[in-house]
């Protein structure tokens, strides 16, 4: 965080002045709403690309609550916040069937990759089976950093392993190392242990502290990585921002909010597929 500085009340008024002045076509009107999201569409810098040109259009505040998939669903919940982005299906398919959220529709895809150091002590790289990765991996005993965390990414490394047929409970603490941690804390804990590690791409892409870390296992289509948007449905939340909600999903599935999201990207590389469809 950056250094805060003693600021005189002269200047300290002045400070909010400005920014009142850049913020009310935003909350003039008092509307805003909040956005129970992964750790990986803010890290990716996703969100500080496109709710600039959201805001602009509609004077709708967007607060994201980034957080790992399975606590932005408990969040959702729990009513605290309008809207759903996250990246396990199954679970949001889940909050949908229990009456939580309203519609579940796509919005992006990308995909997951396995990273690890340059040594490759399983020796994994070039696979584009992932299975067969997570096996050889623990059969050789290869740290491995997890999230441990329930997010979106954790739960299809752990559908991974289970499809390896490796008994991720009796190696952790040993070999498997939980970090309870977001993706970007993950990756810096892998790149510390010298450990393969399973994280989006966008991520990857966006991540500054890689070292000497490559990219071994990518391109099955096991790892495939969809993302959904849900509205929090009122039924259950009755304090959720219904309108407004609405306008920010159905912008996300809009041509414009489809072609932003299309057009972000770091290094040249877009990090973000986006194919979702206007109802």
Not at 8 to 26: E, I, N, Q
Not at 64 to 76: E, L, M, P, Y
Not at 229 to 247: D, F, G, L, R, T
Request: charged letters at 20%; proline letters at 4%; a positive charge.
């Amino acid at each position: 965080m950056k250094h805060l500085k003693r600021i005189t009340f002269g200047a300290a008024a002045l400070a909010l002045a400005v920014a009142a002045f850049h913020t009310a076509p935003a909350q003039a009107d008092g509307k805003s709403i909040i956005v129970q999201s992964t750790t990986s569409t803010q890290n990716s810098g996703l969100y500080d690309y496109m709710l600039p040109i959201f805001e602009k259009k509609t004077g709708i505040k967007v607060n994201v609550v980034a957080v790992g998939t399975g606590q932005a669903i408990k969040n959702a919940q729990n009513c605290d916040g309008d809207v759903l982005l996250v990246h396990a299906k199954p679970a949001e398919e889940k909050f949908v069937s229990a009456g939580f959220g309203v519609k579940r529709s796509d919005v992006m895809y990308n995909d997951f990759i396995v990273v690890g150091p340059p040594a490759d002590p399983a020796k994994v790289g070039g696979m584009k089976d992932a299975p067969k990765a997570f096996k050889m991996i623990g059969d050789a005993k290869a740290i491995f950093a997890s999230r441990g965390d329930n997010s979106g990414t954790h739960k299809k490394e752990v559908r991974l392993w289970k499809a390896a047929g490796v008994d991720i409970k009796k190696a952790s603490g040993e070999w498997y190392r939980e970090t309870g941690s977001g993706m970007g804390a993950t990756l810096n804990a892998a790149v510390g242990m010298g450990a393969y590690a399973l994280t989006d791409r966008a991520t990857w892409i966006s991540f500054k502290n890689k070292g000497d870390y490559k990219i071994q296992v990518e391109g099955d289509k096991q790892l495939f990585n969809q993302y959904g948007i849900i509205m929090v449905n009122p039924k259950k939340c009755p304090k959720v921002k219904q309108a407004e909600a609405q306008v920010f999903i159905d912008w996300v599935l809009s041509k414009d909010g489809q072609d932003t999201i299309a057009s972000y990207k770091l290094n040249g590389l877009q990090l973000f597929f986006p194919n979702g469809k206007s109802s």
